[in-house]
């Protein structure tokens, strides 16, 4: 069995319709727009998470900073791949100077993207990578596997042991697959047990059942670890829908959400790596500048993670109050 003591310490930083359109003016002043100013297209995976709320929060504010017009919408989910690249599709052909995309599947969005390259628009991935297309101009985002090693880590110290199961994202996903395939690299041969390894399409419902069933299939199941806060906060649901008390679970998510803070401060949620959303956004439109200057950028740009818990979570949480899109 697990330990269950909710005051460690905190590690270091590793520091609709289908489609929503949203629009952050260039001159910040809402009257829609600078004809001559640089125009941005950024397709996120979904704009109906508070995750990528945040994404859009710095990519907006970066946008009226720097004078830039920029449009930005995404899926109503992350598994709809296909009204992703119909987004693309139509941004593109209002002949943006540069593209800014979180792709939601590799294989999938690899040909509109070289499309794109090919009719000499550059594109910036946000997030996630393509791993092995050379055609963006930088990739943007956290690093994924070390990320998941360090809540591997995390577990080992804080944990120490227990009846493990791992909640991954959409199927194919190289951002949560990475998340889950690290930690399990560091608990391999130690005291953890995997007694399950789901996939929830960062769904929090999607979660609760899958969480749900794992319960009643291992009744010794004590240690949960999702891929993102959505389905970490579905997994608690799930727990105090079977009956059973939190404080005999050790818990983890990964992104820094809200919602997620808040589950740390009510004592439910032990820990979630925080990702720089806002950060992350904001560098994307920074990144986007440089490339339509024909600048030379980065081929991959790190953004850190923070280890967020008990112990920092009212703080992280002031931090997020500003940086969220309305």
């Given at each position: 069995?697990?330990?269950?003591?909710k005051?460690?310490?905190?590690?270091?930083?590793?520091?609709?319709?289908a489609?929503l359109?949203?629009?952050?003016?260039?001159?910040?002043?809402?009257?829609?727009?600078?004809?001559?100013?640089?125009?941005?297209?950024?397709?996120?995976?979904?704009t109906?998470?508070?995750?990528?709320l945040?994404?859009?929060?710095?990519?907006?504010?970066a946008?009226a900073?720097h004078?830039?017009?920029?449009?930005?919408?995404?899926?109503?989910?992350?598994?709809?791949?296909?009204?992703?690249?119909?987004?693309?599709?139509?941004?593109?052909?209002?002949?943006?100077?540069?593209?800014?995309?979180?792709?939601?599947?590799?294989?999938?969005?690899?040909?509109?993207?070289?499309?794109?390259?090919?009719?000499?628009?550059?594109?910036?991935?946000?997030?996630?990578?393509?791993?092995?297309w050379?055609g963006?101009?930088?990739?943007?985002?956290?690093?994924?596997?070390?990320?998941?090693q360090?809540?591997?880590?995390?577990?080992?110290?804080?944990?120490g042991?227990?009846?493990l199961?791992?909640?991954?994202?959409?199927?194919?996903?190289?951002s949560?697959?990475?998340?889950?395939?690290?930690?399990?690299?560091?608990?391999?041969?130690?005291?953890?047990?995997?007694?399950?390894?789901?996939?929830?399409?960062?769904?929090?419902a999607?979660?609760?059942a899958?969480?749900?069933?794992?319960?009643q299939a291992?009744?010794?199941?004590?240690?949960?670890?999702?891929?993102?806060?959505?389905?970490?906060?579905g997994?608690?649901?799930?727990?105090?829908?079977?009956?059973?008390?939190?404080?005999?679970?050790?818990?983890?998510?990964v992104?820094?959400?809200?919602?997620?803070?808040?589950?740390?401060?009510?004592?439910?949620?032990?820990?979630?790596?925080?990702?720089?959303?806002?950060?992350?956004?904001?560098?994307?439109?920074?990144?986007?500048i440089?490339?339509?200057?024909g600048?030379?950028v980065?081929?991959?740009?790190?953004?850190?993670?923070?280890?967020?818990?008990?112990?920092?979570?009212?703080?992280?949480?002031?931090?997020?109050?500003?940086?969220?899109?309305?």
């Amino acid at each position: 069995m697990a330990s269950r003591n909710k005051k460690w310490r905190v590690g270091a930083a590793f520091t609709a319709a289908a489609v929503l359109t949203l629009s952050a003016c260039g001159n910040g002043n809402g009257d829609g727009g600078d004809d001559d100013a640089l125009n941005v297209a950024v397709v996120l995976k979904t704009t109906t998470s508070p995750y990528w709320l945040q994404v859009m929060g710095g990519v907006e504010d970066a946008a009226a900073e720097h004078g830039v017009n920029v449009t930005v919408g995404g899926a109503t989910q992350e598994t709809e791949v296909q009204e992703q690249i119909d987004r693309i599709q139509a941004d593109l052909t209002n002949q943006p100077d540069v593209l800014v995309v979180s792709p939601t599947q590799a294989e999938q969005l690899q040909p509109i993207l070289q499309s794109a390259v090919d009719e000499g628009t550059p594109v910036v991935l946000l997030d996630t990578n393509i791993e092995g297309w050379d055609g963006a101009e930088t990739f943007i985002g956290t690093d994924n596997w070390d990320l998941g090693q360090a809540v591997g880590e995390f577990l080992l110290d804080e944990a120490g042991s227990g009846e493990l199961l791992t909640i991954r994202g959409v199927a194919g996903n190289p951002s949560t697959d990475n998340r889950i395939d690290g930690a399990l690299e560091v608990l391999q041969g130690t005291d953890f047990n995997l007694v399950a390894d789901l996939g929830a399409d960062s769904d929090r419902a999607q979660a609760r059942a899958v969480t749900a069933d794992a319960l009643q299939a291992n009744p010794e199941l004590d240690v949960i670890f999702a891929a993102n806060d959505d389905m970490a906060l579905g997994a608690i649901e799930a727990v105090r829908g079977a009956g059973l008390d939190l404080d005999d679970f050790f818990i983890v998510g990964v992104d820094g959400t809200g919602d997620a803070i808040d589950s740390i401060i009510a004592g439910e949620l032990d820990a979630t790596m925080a990702q720089g959303a806002y950060e992350m956004g904001a560098r994307s439109i920074e990144e986007a500048i440089r490339v339509a200057a024909g600048e030379d950028v980065e081929a991959e740009i790190a953004i850190d993670t923070t280890l967020v818990t008990a112990e920092n979570a009212e703080e992280f949480a002031a931090a997020l109050e500003e940086q969220a899109a309305e």
